[in-house]
């Protein structure tokens, strides 16, 4: 049976996908950030450092070029000096060479005033463009000059600090700045599928759920759900709600037996009795005594019948009262069965009592009431000649009382259904046979509102068990 769940099913999944994104989202973008500063800190650092080792290795390959000899002569190789001077320059690095009596031996600015302004001038308008927070600028570090363990001048090296970045670094972090952002947002939008997908297949079994739902409280219960979804709550959700149909299309089935009983129930006596009074009144019958009489018997059966559906109706009301009161249950079922001992004795049924005292907290007259009952369903069921035994015995935490029977037994089929009011397994609902239909119900409300249990075990040909438990008191 199909159920149109589309505008439920779309709330529900987008609110689920949204937030699977949301959480996704909001747990990628500070992993991303953090990353990225970790990062780019890390650079900056090894580029800081870079910076320092290069200006150091500068300036030792211009000591190198220092040349001295014991006659006390010394030359600087200028050629090369000039040389690693102007390809250092183009790096950034402003280099000013000076012998050990601070005279210099070559100057970049002196050299090229206008390439060292054009270079320092782009290196700081390129961090101030894209560092604009480290206040950076160019700063001079002198490196001394050594020759055969004797100092022979010095190297100034001029460069931006704390740290300057090329444009092929810039170009890198921004690489890698794009390659997270990518990273993040197809993780973002694998998440958002994954999520879409994941909600899908949570939203499909709870909004049919819910559909179905409504179907069964517009009173369509035959509709089920089947979903072959693994995940326990939902297969445990379908199953609740498809026990829920169940149990209301059965309680349905036996709410309209329930009017057709009563009707039947309230047919039968109002029947005869108008049908005997029409009798008498066109005639047919003198309205003596034996014709009143069963007027009068047919009237007793309807009060009869009120009563217990007003005894039934005590015993499944919220108002329903209990007098407990310490009971030995031996001694009540002693008691209900001393009150049926005639109407055992006119069938010639044996009728013991037997098992140990097992006290319970029970109201006092309402237990005997359920096993008086028990025992009045046994006599009607038993034949002549018959054996019918209440046994009382306690287990563990409970007291049992067992009500056993030779009887004709209840069908298989019927077991299930006996304590429902107005079942009877006879079909002709005689009531030579079977009474109002009411009494098991109501044993079956009074046990439940003492925090018991009661069950019944048969076999056609065989008898009938009934068993009775209640918690024993302590």
């Avoid at 109407?343 to 096993?371: C, F, M, Y």
């Amino acid at each position: 049976m199909n159920i149109n769940t589309r505008n439920i099913r779309g709330g529900l999944r987008t609110r689920l996908s949204l937030s699977i994104a949301l959480v996704v989202l909001l747990t990628i973008a500070p992993v991303s950030l953090l990353a990225n500063i970790i990062i780019g800190r890390q650079f900056e650092r090894h580029v800081s450092e870079r910076e320092a080792e290069r200006a150091a290795l500068i300036a030792d390959t211009i000591g190198h070029q220092y040349n001295g000899n014991d006659a006390g002569l010394r030359e600087w190789d200028l050629e090369f000096i000039h040389g690693a001077g102007m390809y250092a320059l183009y790096d950034g690095y402003i280099v000013k060479v000076y012998d050990s009596g601070g005279a210099a031996v070559w100057d970049a600015e002196n050299h090229d005033m206008t390439l060292c302004e054009h270079i320092m001038g782009d290196i700081s308008a390129r961090m101030a463009a894209r560092r604009p927070g480290i206040g950076g600028g160019f700063a001079a570090r002198a490196y001394p000059l050594t020759a055969n363990g004797k100092t022979v001048g010095f190297v100034e090296i001029s460069y931006y600090g704390p740290y300057f970045l090329s444009g092929e670094d810039f170009r890198f972090l921004d690489a890698l700045n794009a390659a997270l952002v990518s990273i993040g947002a197809l993780a973002t939008l694998a998440a958002v599928a994954a999520g879409w997908l994941l909600a899908r297949r949570v939203a499909s079994p709870v909004t049919k759920a819910a559909q179905m739902a409504r179907r069964i409280s517009g009173g369509d219960y035959a509709v089920r759900l089947e979903d072959g979804t693994k995940t326990r709550e939902i297969r445990d959700l379908v199953e609740s709600v498809n026990r829920l149909a169940d149990a209301l299309s059965e309680q349905e089935r036996l709410r309209r037996r329930l009017t057709a009983d009563v009707a039947h129930e309230l047919r039968t006596p109002i029947t005869a009795a108008a049908s005997h009074l029409e009798a008498m009144i066109e005639g047919v019958w003198a309205p003596d005594a034996p014709a009143l009489q069963s007027v009068y018997e047919e009237i007793g059966r309807l009060g009869t019948l009120a009563g217990d559906l007003e005894s039934l109706a005590r015993a499944e009301s919220a108002g329903f009262s209990l007098q407990k009161t310490k009971l030995d249950m031996l001694a009540a079922a002693r008691a209900a069965a001393a009150g049926l001992e005639i109407e055992a004795r006119r069938k010639n049924i044996a009728l013991t009592v037997g098992g140990e005292p097992s006290p319970v907290l029970a109201d006092r007259d309402r237990i005997i009431s359920v096993i008086s009952n028990l025992l009045t369903n046994a006599i009607k069921y038993t034949p002549e000649n018959g054996h019918i035994s209440v046994t009382v015995r306690s287990r563990e935490s409970v007291c049992e009382l067992i009500v056993s029977d030779d009887g004709a037994g209840i069908p298989e089929k019927d077991l299930p259904l006996i304590f429902e009011r107005f079942y009877r397994a006879d079909v002709s609902r005689s009531r030579a046979t079977g009474g109002s239909g009411v009494g098991l119900a109501i044993v079956k409300s009074v046990v439940a509102a003492h925090g018991g249990e009661v069950f019944a075990e048969s076999e056609p040909g065989r008898g009938s068990k009934f068993t009775v438990s209640l918690p024993a008191a302590h």
